[in-house]
């Protein structure tokens, strides 16, 4: 994306180490599985790790690995969320979770291969509050879900993985440990926003979150060249109203 010119040669570099792990073209994800990913469930989760470590000088190959590792995750639970009890044979429903549960060993995999293991924790953490926010989106599928509940779901279902991003990305550029609460908290902001741009019942709620991001970057600003972070924002915007674009069309 021309929008992320401070991290085009890193992303470049996400997704090459990916289709080398998986055997495949960079496209061979789509083949092995029909997946209908936007360019934000492409590379928004890799974009924030990387864009994080800018921030501070240039990007190390922890960070390019770690990076890689995130979409890992996203992938693998967004082929298991692909899975639909009403709509699907059994046949149907094992396909989604076996191609799931092959990305998830390859995440691990690859923790082991790049020497990851100090972040190990990280992942199972976030793989855990992936997990209870689909299980709460259940509980709740017949009831009229409140503004409340829905903001628990997403903040466990996607703000939890973006906020992992920005956390990685800081942590595995060695920043201070006191700076880390501050990029968490624009990692936060951008999922919250992201999750609810997905949704069109509750869209609404992207007008709360993304100034917020822009406070996060200002804040920063003092102790970063927050160049990256400005990008990462433009890209966000961007992507959200080709998206919004996009559905309207279809509808």
Known sequence: M??????????RAVETQMSKEFGLKASGM?????????????ILLPAICLAVARTAGPVNNTVIAL????????????IHSMVRDREMTDAERQYPILVGDYIFGQSFLKMCEADLFKYVSHFVTVI????EGIVLRWRLKNQKISI??????????????TVL???????G?????????KFEKLG?????????????????LTQEYLPKIMANINDLRESFSVQPLQELYEFIQLERGTNAYLASNIL
């Open 165 to 171: 991003a920005a956390r990685l990305g800081a942590e």
């Open 128 to 131: 855990k509050k992936i997990n």
């Open 188 to 204: 936060y902001n951008i999922g919250m926003a992201w999750a609810a741009s997905n949704e069109p019942q509750f869209s609404f």
């Open 67 to 78: 990076s890689s590792v995130l979409q890992h995750i996203y992938l693998a639970q967004h």
């Open 173 to 181: 550029s060695d920043l201070k440990s006191h700076h880390f609460a």
């Open 30 to 42: 789509k083949e092995l599985i029909q997946l209908k990913l936007d360019n934000l469930d492409q």
């Open 148 to 161: 409340k509940d829905y903001k628990a779901i997403i903040e466990k279902e996607k703000a939890s993985l």
């Open 2 to 11: 021309a929008v992320l010119n401070s991290i085009q040669s890193e992303l």
